[in-house]
């Protein structure tokens, strides 16, 4: 068994709330900027199906926060197996706490008490916000403590809608700019119509061929991506 870690850390990376496409989600967009700004609603539960952007908005969140000199935590609950709910003590008295990837945790009783037992202290300082994401609503996530199910319903619930393959494609194209490269249309619809079109997929793929394209000083064209992923 891995040796259990105290704190998961999470470093400011990549994901912003600027290259967060949300023109599918603008109203929960705009819930949360208004209350980073002034606190009014303390919790926020968002689910969506795989993809649909949940890990990238939590850690945009927690790193808007971070560049503000404020504090926040993200903790990813799929890798719960490398520390303790314990975690989750004195989280609190943090501005904003985001629990990514709920349903990793649901039916271990632990890990229930532990997050409700964290819903009752930050009511009651009255001065963080939490997020939390799943894969399924508040009502249909498979939550055995029932004092927990009913708190997931307490503050604001939204579904994010997953992108459609025009989206996806700007994502895409949005991301190879912020590393520099240049992915054209027609290089960007090659992958789409050739690979996953699951975004993250896409995603790794992006900084597999990146890196090709630095080490080889070539562009990122059909031929090239052809050869690199053996296509």
Not at 175 to 182: F, L, P, S, T, Y
């Amino acid at each position: 068994m891995a040796d259990q870690l105290l704190l998961p850390i999470h470093q400011i990376d990549d994901d912003t709330l600027e290259n967060f496409n949300s023109d599918n989600n603008l109203s929960l967009l705009s819930s949360l900027q208004k209350n980073f700004e002034k606190q009014q609603q303390q919790f926020f539960y968002i689910w969506g199906i795989k993809s649909s952007g949940k890990t990238h908005l939590l850690k945009a969140c927690s790193n808007y926060f971070f560049t503000q000199q404020r504090s926040a935590i993200y903790i990813p609950l799929h890798k719960s197996h490398y520390f303790s709910p314990a975690v989750l003590d004195g989280l609190e008295n943090q501005e904003l706490v985001c629990l990514d990837n709920l349903q990793s945790v649901v039916s271990n009783s632990e890990w229930e008490l532990a997050i409700f037992d964290l819903f009752n202290r930050i009511k009651e300082s009255g001065k963080t916000i939490l997020l939390i994401s799943a894969n399924q609503s508040p009502l249909a996530i498979d939550i055995k403590l029932p004092d927990l199910s009913s708190r997931l319903s307490w503050g604001e619930i939204y579904q994010l809608m997953p992108l459609n393959e025009k989206q996806k494609i700007e994502v895409l194209q949005h991301n190879a700019r912020g590393k520099g490269i240049e992915l054209s249309d027609e290089t960007a619809n090659f992958l789409f119509k050739r690979l996953d079109r699951d975004l993250n997929e896409l995603l790794k793929t992006l900084t597999l061929l990146d890196k090709a394209s630095l080490q080889s000083h070539r562009k990122l064209t059909i031929p090239f991506v052809k050869e690199i992923l053996h296509l």
